[in-house]
């Protein structure tokens, strides 16, 4: 129930920033609080939960109807606080001292709320009413005049113990028309409202800061006005010293969980006309009521009614979908603990160009930015991940490969192996979360990992010797310590994977952010080594450090010391365990370097092929091949290449060993050979290959 009501809470809020237009407002809050999958995202279904429709009727068709359905809830709320009994604010001092103060032409034009500052409960008290007669000023006495005011007090009203506050457009204006000279408060009285408001601001009673010293008041934002609005000046003596309480601009409501926890107590602006002088009793006709209400858990102000004719209001949609507010992809709310959120900063950015390019000068290619892990549309294909153009295919297929892995051996269903290739959109995208999660978690050895996230904003402005491309200006980065979290972050944000932009350059910034910068170099036998070489192609440390966790520039087994002579040796670093997906190359076919066992024989009986300056994947529906310290006779491989435009899947019959070889490979031409039956035979020596019809790839 808690977790519904905090994303009905956060919709609303949503709704309301949206029709203020608060579109940076809105971004910097969908990546504090990301959306989820429950999130609502359509205005329709949010006045249903709220059971809002008869109230959004009625203020559809009133003349000035208000925009949000914040502002209908809380124009409710006040007006259900009306029917409390009224209570007059002016004690019968003050009341008494108003017969012998001169009427005044002084109104009010719009409704306001104020705050009884003598209540150490934090209760309301009494309830201020406003008169629709010519005798509005007199209310706003704080206590009886018994003093004769000076000159600089006339000007200004000591109203801090009865909480009033009166913003005016003219302090000048207003007491000229009013012609009505105002007592100040006594001095020990004024100290004495200061000592208990301070003991209350501690105890966290009152509804914000107060400030009594012209220091303070100046380091107090001011509030937006509305042109014809100002406020009341602070006396210049110390005796008539004036506390004011901080005003808004626009009416927010405080909503309290059922708990009675965090109340949010607001106070809302009184706006005084600048020609009340030339008014008639007829222009009091739009004088609204002030009234308190006592409230057990918050102290919310109420109103009658709204006057909402200075305005100026939208058209209100009603099927406005609430989706396209943010560049921010929708994702769920998470936890917040075990998180570091922190943006990208230009001292990360350059270490990250440096690592991968060389450079900092140098940027992503357009098939780079283009590229993300979306999938095939093709029946036959659904599982495989598309590669628009050349460059990200060993990424691509280190994804791949894993993809493979979660859908073929880690999922608990009864389907055949081949049934399960046949996969529905929220399995292959559950099976891609949990691939991502996976290899970035074995980069940060276990222990942690890093997801960068696409704030859709830039973060930092670049200076100096660094070229800006749009991309990791925009990174915010979130640190998890635990696996789960770590899955539960990426299925949250999996869809800027899937679907983009950058989809591609995200995941190798959170492999490099989740390994860090200084292990990644210390990986590589030579510092200077890149991710992405020559015409945007991957290098091995990059496919290395997605397969194995580590960017190491070699494909053997552990480790090779070489003797540079005069007792000094030059450590090459290789793979240092058996991987969960393998590795097959051509260069091992030309005798230029020999992949170890921990890749020729992985865990599950999965290979990312490397042939021709090109990755792609190998594949066996069978877990057992890759256990098995013995080959069967003869076995079914499936071959999977993103970059090939296939629309059926290729099957290849292998039969190990020279003793058997397939019909269709007796008068074949060794120079003909497709350079993966070259790559599988690094793996099955002297194997013969048959492609079962399908055409083979030269």
């Known amino acids: 129930m808690r977790k519904d009501v905090e994303e009905v809470a ?82 019968n001092r003050t009341l008494s001292a108003e017969e012998n103060v001169p009427g005044s032409a002084s109104t009010m034009n719009d409704a306001s709320y104020v705050w009884k500052d003598g209540d150490l409960a934090g209760q309301y008290g009494d309830s201020l009413s406003v008169s629709e007669s010519s005798s509005a000023v007199s209310q706003f006495t704080a206590s009886p005049a018994k003093e004769s005011p000076s000159p600089k007090s006339s000007k200004s009203i000591s109203l801090c113990e009865r909480g009033i506050f009166l913003p005016s457009s003219s302090q000048d204006s207003f007491f000229a028309s009013s012609k009505v000279g105002l007592g100040s408060e006594k001095k020990n009285s004024d100290v004495d409202g200061q000592g208990s408001r301070t003991s209350r601001m501690r105890r966290g009673i009152m509804a914000g800061p107060i400030t009594t010293s012209s220091q303070e008041n100046s380091r107090r934002r001011p509030a937006r006005r509305t042109p014809g609005s100002l406020c009341l000046d602070k006396p210049e003596d110390d005796s008539d010293r004036v506390s004011w309480m901080s005003q808004s601009s626009s009416l927010d409501a405080g ?22 002088q030339n008014m008639d009793s007829s222009e009091f006709d739009g004088l609204q009521r002030v009234r308190l209400h006592q409230n057990k ?8 009614g709204l006057h909402m004719a200075g305005l100026v209001l939208d ?7 609430l989706r396209g507010l943010s560049t921010v992809p929708v994702s769920n709310s998470l936890p917040q603990h075990n998180l570091n959120k922190r943006p990208m900063d230009q001292q990360t950015a350059t270490a990250l160009k440096e690592i991968i390019f060389g450079s900092p000068m140098m ?30 295919c060993g990424v691509l297929a280190a994804v791949q490969a894993t993809v ?19 996969v529905s959109d929220a399995v292959r995208t559950k099976c891609l979360t949990e691939a991502v999660a996976e290899i970035l978690w074995r980069a940060g050895d276990m222990k942690k990992a890093t997801v960068a996230i696409n704030s859709g904003r830039s973060l930092f402005t670049p200076v100096g010797h660094y070229r800006s491309e749009g991309v990791l200006e925009t990174i915010t980065c979130v640190d998890v310590e635990s696996l789960d979290g770590l899955k539960l972050l990426v299925e949250q944000n999996v869809q800027q994977f899937e679907s983009g932009p ?20 210390r990986d590589m036998d030579v510092p200077t080594s890149t991710l992405i070489g020559a015409h945007g192609y991957c290098t091995q440390e990059l496919v290395n450090l997605l397969l194995c966790g580590r960017a190491v520039s070699n494909v053997f087994d552990d480790e090779m010391k070489l003797d540079s002579g005069n007792g000094n040796f030059t450590l090459l670093k290789g793979i ?5 997906i393998g590795l097959l190359s051509l260069f091992e076919h030309y005798n230029i370097f020999k992949v170890g066992s921990y890749l020729k024989t992985p865990r599950f009986p999965l290979w990312v092929v490397c042939s021709e300056s090109h990755f792609s994947v190998l594949f066996s529906l069978y877990e057992d091949l890759a256990s098995s310290p013995w080959s069967p006779r003869e076995f079914d491989l499936y071959y999977y290449d993103g970059l090939a435009n296939q629309q059926e899947p290729i099957r290849l019959t292998v039969y190990p060993g020279s003793a058997v070889k397939p019909s269709d490979s007796e008068d074949v031409d060794t120079d003909l050979i497709p350079p993966l039956e070259l790559c599988i035979r690094t793996r099955w020596a002297d194997a013969g290959v048959s492609w079962n019809e399908s055409e083979p790839i030269l």
């Open 10 to 91: 956060a919709a609303l809020v949503r709704e309301y920033l949206s029709r203020k237009g608060l579109k940076k407002t809105i971004a910097c809050m969908d990546e504090e609080l990301p959306r989820t999958n429950l999130s609502i995202n359509n205005r329709s279904d949010l006045r249903r939960i709220l059971h809002l429709e008869s109230l959004y009727k009625k203020n559809k068709s009133e003349e000035h109807p208000l925009k949000s359905m914040l502002e209908i809830m809380v124009k409710e709320q006040m007006k259900k606080g009306g029917d409390a009994k009224r209570c007059h604010l002016v004690d």
């Open 255 to 276: 909503l309290t969980e059922a708990d009675g926890t965090r109340p949010f107590e607001r106070a809302s602006s009184l706006s005084v006309g600048s020609h009340r």
């Open 297 to 304: 858990s918050a102290c919310s102000p109420r109103v009658d």
């Open 315 to 321: 058209d209100i949609d009603d099927e406005e979908d």
């Open 363 to 392: 940027c992503f290619s357009e098939e780079w930015k283009r590229q993300s892990f979306t999938f095939s549309n093709a029946p036959a294909l659904r599982y495989g991940i598309v590669q628009k153009k050349g460059g990200p």
């Open 404 to 422: 493979l892995q979660k859908l073929l051996f880690e999922r608990s269903s009864g389907d055949s192996s081949s049934e399960r290739l046949r």
């Open 502 to 521: 950058f989809g591609c350059i995200l995941f190798i910034i959170c492999a490099i952010l989740s390994r860090t910068i200084p292990m990644v170099r």
């Open 576 to 580: 240092k365990e058996r991987c969960n």
